[in-house]
C-alpha cells in the first residue's frame, strides 16, 4: 500500500515571501500522479498543481511550482511571493495512474497548515 | 462550468439514525469518490463509483454504503450513526480518458455531526 508523508505540521511564511512544504510518499509502482491540494478555512479543497510520475520535468502553476524528486520519492511544494489568502491547510496525495478497482483512490498525507504573516 | 456540488452543507443527527448525503458532479464526469476528513483522522478514502458501479471501498464498515444514479449523481447512506461518524465528508468527482491524467475535482463537502 501505498503511505504519503507530510512532515511539517505548520510552517510559517511572511508575506510576499517564499515558502518550501514537504512531502515524502512510498510507493513499488512506476507511474503515478502526485497533487497538491489546498483546503482554506471554507473547508472546500481546491488543485493547486498535479505531476505526472513519467514526466521529469517540474510542474508549474503560476506562483507555486513542485520539486519532483522520483528517486528519493519526494514531492515538495514551493509558493513564491507568498499571499494572504494562500493561508491554508496543504495536503498532498497520491494515486495510481492505471484505472483499476484496486487503487483510484487518492492517499493523502496528514497536510501541512500554512500561516502567512502581513 | 459547475463545480461539484453537496448537500446538505450540514446534518446533525443522533446515534442510531441514519445520515443520506448527496453529491452531483461536474457535467460529464462518470466517476464519484467519497472521502471522510475526520478531527484526527485525516482523509480516508470511502467509497469509488464510476458508471454507476460501486468499484472501491475503504477501510470502513457496511453500514457506509451508496450508490450512483444514471446522471453520474451519488448518494452515500450512513446507517446505525455513531458518535465518531461526525466528520466532514467530501465528494470528488472525475472523468477518466485514455493516455489523460485523472484528475479529482472536490465538492464543499458535508459537515455531519452525530450527537
Known amino acids: 500500500a501505498q503511505t504519503v508523508t507530510q512532515s511539517q505540521p505548520e510552517m510559517s511564511v511572511q508575506e510576499a515571501e517564499t515558502v518550501t512544504l514537504s512531502c515524502t510518499y512510498d510507493?513499488?509502482?512506476?507511474?503515478?500522479?502526485l497533487f497538491w491540494y489546498k483546503q482554506p478555512p471554507s473547508r472546500q479543497m481546491i488543485l493547486v498543481i498535479r505531476?505526472?510520475?513519467?514526466?521529469?520535468q517540474n510542474a508549474t502553476e503560476n506562483r507555486f511550482s513542485v520539486n519532483f524528486q522520483k528517486a528519493a520519492k519526494s514531492f515538495s511544494l514551493k509558493i513564491s511571493d507568498s499571499q494572504l489568502g494562500d493561508a491554508a491547510m496543504y495536503f498532498c496525495?497520491?494515486?495510481?495512474?492505471?484505472?483499476?478497482?484496486?487503487?483510484?483512490?487518492?492517499?493523502f498525507g496528514g497536510g501541512t497548515r500554512l500561516m502567512v504573516k502581513p | 462550468e459547475a463545480g461539484v456540488t453537496q448537500s446538505p452543507t450540514h446534518l446533525i443527527k443522533t446515534r442510531g439514525q441514519q445520515a443520506t448525503l448527496r453529491c452531483s458532479p461536474i457535467?460529464?464526469?462518470?466517476?464519484v469518490y467519497w472521502y471522510q476528513q475526520a478531527l484526527g483522522l485525516g482523509l480516508q478514502f470511502l467509497l469509488w463509483y464510476d458508471e454507476g458501479e460501486e468499484r472501491n471501498r475503504g477501510n470502513f464498515p457496511p453500514r457506509f454504503s451508496g450508490r450512483q444514479f444514471p446522471n453520474y449523481s451519488s448518494e452515500l447512506n450512513v446507517n446505525a450513526l455513531e458518535l465518531e461518524d461526525s466528520a466532514l465528508y467530501l465528494c470528488a468527482s472525475s472523468f477518466w480518458k485514455t493516455g489523460g491524467m485523472e484528475t479529482q475535482y472536490f465538492g464543499p463537502g458535508t459537515r455531519l455531526l452525530v450527537l
Open positions: 496525495a497520491y494515486r495510481s495512474a492505471f484505472k483499476n478497482n484496486a487503487g483510484n483512490m487518492l492517499t
Open positions: 510507493t513499488s509502482e512506476s507511474d503515478y500522479y
Open positions: 457535467s460529464g464526469h462518470t466517476s
Open positions: 505531476q505526472e510520475a513519467y514526466k521529469q
